[in-house]
Nanobody, 126 residues
């Protein structure tokens, strides 16, 4: 199973980027898909996630209201629309997936995700 993340880059504060993550493993391994990020010298943190077929979307406190998570109808691709970007959003962004349809208490924790992409760098700077 491979997760391919793309869409990162350099953007000015206040700008926008859209990240994409495509899974090669089929719908059996993408019941839950999510995004995490890791800034230099910091631990990896939860950004956003959702189960397939609608339902609630979950966001980290620092991105809620600025970032929007979505998935395609086929269930193998996840997107992260990032608006009003700030320098503190600078990080490597990782997509992840799980065969499990996670409950609310699990979906924010990276240890429950079996599959990970290689990461895409997002740099917010003027």
């Amino acid at each position: 199973v491979q997760l391919q993340a793309s869409g990162g880059g350099l953007v000015q504060p206040g700008g926008s980027l859209r990240l994409s993550c495509v899974s090669s493993g089929g719908t059996g391994v993408t019941s839950t898909m999510g995004w995490f990020r890791q800034a230099p010298g910091k631990e990896r943190e939860f950004v956003a996630a959702a189960r397939r077929n609608g339902g609630n979307k979950y966001y980290g406190d620092s991105v809620r209201g600025r970032f929007t998570f979505s998935r395609d109808n086929a269930g193998n691709t996840a997107y992260l629309q990032m608006n009003s970007l700030k320098p503190e959003d600078t990080a490597v962004y990782y997509c992840a997936s799980s065969a499990a349809s996670m409950i609310q208490s699990s979906i924010r924790w990276e240890r429950y995700y079996e599959y990970w992409g290689q990461g895409t760098q997002v740099t917010v700077s003027s």
